[in-house]
């Protein structure tokens, strides 16, 4: 296929990648008070781990390769549950200790503006590719 | 005979900046994907194709211009800014993106100059 527009194959990995950590984030925040999880325990946080993949060469161009990125795992936070007191929970403890899980909810919001940030970048590389896939087309035209 | 009309230095010169350019953007564009990939270390075009190219404008050798292939190499001058190992800082790679297009647009539209003027010899119409 005409490749148009330079770049597009990283851009739209980190899109998609970008886009994952949203959606985990998402999962994070929603379960910050779950208290039983599938496995019985209390939830706990997740994380996703990104990696960088090469990407095919053309073989006109010399030099180090351009590269994309992609979610290489999502890992569970390895922090303890956090203990609270409140005897009247179902899921107390005989001391009276719940344990909730290990989501910071401002850390997640902290998160979230940063993979939104990411994201915007992203886009304004597609844009910037656009316009000058647009002038490229229009060389030699009368204006 | 044709060819001596696009064989001029400043054509082939500016060829070879839009070849920079789009090389350029896919590398600028890498370095964005992986703004938050721990351990990723900035590409950029080599810092000598600027300099080869200087030199062989001032020698006013459209075929050596011609030969020129801009490459890719890891960043010796960024510098890390995070633990991570990571060295992309996402204000200086916005920056890098808007000057690149607007090197773009310079080349594109100094093209266009030449080609327009170039049909104006030949017909003798401006427009």
């Known amino acids: 296929m005409l490749n148009c527009l330079n770049g597009i194959t990283s851009t739209a990995a980190a899109l998609n990648a970008e886009r994952i950590r949203m959606d985990v984030i998402a999962e994070n925040i929603a379960n910050a008070h779950t208290t039983r999880s599938a496995d019985g325990k209390p939830y706990q946080r997740q994380q996703v781990v990104f990696e960088t993949v090469l990407q095919n060469q053309p073989g006109n161009i010399t030099g180090t390769p351009v590269s994309s990125v992609q979610v290489a795992r999502i890992e569970a936070d390895k922090h303890p549950p956090i203990l609270v007191h409140n005897p009247g929970h179902p899921d107390a403890d005989a001391h009276g200790m719940v344990a909730m899980p290990n989501v910071n909810v401002h850390q997640e919001m902290a998160d979230m503006l940063v993979a939104s940030r990411a994201f915007e970048a992203n886009l304004a590389v597609v844009r910037n590719a656009r316009s000058m896939a647009l002038q490229s087309l229009s060389i030699g035209k009368r204006s | ?127």
Not at chain 2, 19 to 41: C, F, Q, S, W
Not at chain 2, 45 to 54: D, G, K, P
Not at chain 2, 81 to 103: A, F, H, K
């Open chain 2, 1 to 127: 005979m044709i060819e001596a009309l696009f064989n001029q230095t400043n054509y082939a010169a500016t060829k070879k900046v839009l070849d920079a350019a789009m090389l350029r953007h896919e590398a600028i564009a890498a370095n964005l994907a992986n703004v938050e990939t721990p351990g990723y270390k900035r590409v950029d075009i080599a810092t000598s194709f600027s300099s080869e190219l200087n030199q062989a404008i001032a020698a006013h050798e459209p075929s050596r211009i011609n030969a020129l292939r801009p490459s890719l190499e890891l960043d010796s001058r960024a510098v890390a800014g995070t633990r991570d190992g990571n060295n992309i800082s996402l204000e200086t790679e916005l920056l890098n993106l808007q000057q690149n297009t607007l090197t773009h647009t310079v080349g594109t539209q100094l093209l266009s100059g030449a080609l327009l003027k170039l049909r104006l010899a030949i017909t003798g119409r401006s427009s």
